[in-house]
């Protein structure tokens, strides 16, 4: 394994199918078997000989998500490759012509995008854009009779979500949202330990992913966003607590903390703390800000704990529990994030990143902010 902390260097087929074995014996809860079971139908796929045609994918928004990780990641899949690109940039365009290698032709302006219909060679279109404008090109990619990845967080309001699934489903398109972590070992074996009680019933969830932020972004621009840090990467710790303990909260209470700059978050929240509650009694006691550096998962259960340092991140993710270290190898999460697509479209497969989840994240988000705004517990 490579020394550099934040790359996520390739391993051998042998160590993947080891690595397979191990989580398999050990088992599996029902939330998290789905994801192993992508994961390891991606292990074997790396000594299979390659299929006949690959799941071709149009990356639609190619600021520094699509071009610092999807587009390296999709050299590295197994069943999927770059087919197109999207972009409002006509400079950016040529330069991932070039780089990529694409025809002229796998090249779209967002006024043209709709001609994508008639390019064979695209299955798939990943958005990649702002939140806000999620809806709109997941409708059009459907209408143009293509399958889609829409980033996290879906969409800004929970009617836009219900456009997109029944757009999707009219369409006879499959909707997957882009939560990586879905396919990432470390978090597979936090749900496995959490939903199986391997050690008792969890009791609480500890987690933060926050950064400092600079503003001039659209992050920044609520119009955009949707909103601060919690739609950004606050959204992580909110679907950790579900996929730890298998379970939707029931109620939630939250609190803006004061802005220590007005002006640099004149329009979204600077730091937002929540609680949920989970049916099972578990509360989980989350926080996320653009001001603060921290992203962990800590659970403890009745008889141990475990947690993750890093949680959440993609260039690399670590754990322990109280009964050991946990010891897998570094993937590269986007890589089998978008085969497992490619296997639902291919195979038949469960898509375990649905729409319906996207749908559920933006309600309970949205949830977070009126329990904040009114200081009042949100039941959902």
């Not at 190619?62 to 690109?85: D, E, F, M, N, S």
């Not at 032709?105 to 390019?119: G, H, K, L, P």
């Not at 854009?129 to 399958?147: E, M, Q, S, W």
Request: with cysteine.
């Amino acid at each position: 394994m490579a020394s550099d902390p934040h790359r996520d260097p390739s391993f051998s087929a042998s160590s993947r199918r080891s690595f397979v074995r191990t989580l398999a014996a050990a088992g599996l809860g029902a939330l998290a078997a789905p994801s192993l079971a992508n994961w390891a139908r991606a292990a074997e796929d790396a000594s299979a000989k390659s299929p006949q045609r690959k799941i071709g994918i149009a990356l639609l928004g190619l600021g520094g998500y699509a071009g610092g990780q999807l587009a390296p990641a999709l050299q590295q899949t197994k069943l999927c490759r770059l087919a197109a690109v999207v972009t409002g940039t006509p400079s950016k365009g040529e330069k991932w012509q070039r780089r990529y290698d694409l025809p002229a032709s796998a090249v779209y302006s967002y006024e043209t995008f709709d001609r994508i219909a008639d390019n064979k060679d695209v299955d798939v279109v990943y958005v990649v854009t702002p939140n806000a404008l999620h809806r709109d090109f997941v409708i059009r990619a459907a209408k143009a009779g293509k399958h889609v990845i829409c980033e996290k967080p879906m969409a800004t309001t929970v009617e836009d979500c219900d456009a997109m699934i029944a757009a999707c489903k009219d369409a006879k398109r499959q909707l997957a949202i882009g939560y990586r972590l879905h396919f990432e070992p470390y978090n597979i074996e936090a749900a496995r330990l959490g939903t199986s009680k391997a050690m008792g019933p969890v009791k609480t969830i500890k987690s933060e992913h926050s950064f400092v932020g600079s503003g001039g972004t659209w992050r920044f621009n609520k119009r955009l966003a949707g909103g601060g840090p919690l739609m950004d990467v606050g959204i992580y710790s909110l679907q950790a607590a579900c996929y730890v303990t298998g379970e939707e909260p029931v109620g939630i209470t939250a609190k803006e903390w004061p802005k220590t700059d007005p002006e640099r978050f004149a329009e979204v929240e600077e730091t937002i703390s929540w609680t949920m509650e989970f049916p099972s009694g578990a509360r989980a006691e989350c926080r996320t800000s653009y001001n603060e550096e921290a992203n962990y998962l800590h659970v403890d259960a009745a008889d141990g704990w475990f947690e993750l340092s890093p949680a959440f991140s993609y260039r690399g993710v670590g754990g322990k529990t109280s009964r050991g270290a946990m010891n897998f190898p570094r993937v590269t999460q986007q890589a089998l994030q978008m085969d497992g697509f490619a296997r639902t479209l291919l195979h038949g497969e469960p898509n375990i990143v649905p729409g319906e989840m996207g749908r559920r994240d933006v309600r309970l988000l949205l949830s977070i902010y009126e329990a904040a705004r009114t200081g009042k517990r949100v039941a959902v």
